[in-house]
């Protein structure tokens, strides 16, 4: 492995790691405002979106990270 790729590698571990983290806080977020009352609806919409987003991009570095398995 070239030291262009492993360097790119290691940030995108490093991004992975800062999604995965971003995401868990979400939930402890979201966990949160739902169980007061009342709640805000709008922003716990707003945060699950966000959450949504996070996902995608998780995946994203995940597929890139792996090699295919199908090939």
């Known amino acids: 492995m070239s030291q262009d790729n492993q360097n790119?590698?290691?940030?995108?571990l490093h991004r992975l790691a800062q999604l995965q983290s971003e995401h868990r806080d979400l939930d402890?977020?979201?966990a949160r405002i739902s169980d007061e009352r009342p709640f805000d609806?709008?922003?716990?919409?707003?945060?699950?979106?966000r959450k949504?987003?996070?996902?995608?991009?998780?995946?994203?570095?995940?597929?890139?990270?792996l090699p295919d398995i199908i090939a």
Do not use: F, P, T, W
């Open 41 to 49: 609806q709008l922003q716990i919409q707003r945060l699950k979106k």
């Open 28 to 30: 402890d977020v979201i």
């Open 8 to 12: 790119n590698e290691e940030q995108m």
């Open 52 to 65: 949504l987003g996070l996902k995608d991009e998780i995946l994203k570095i995940e597929s890139e990270l």
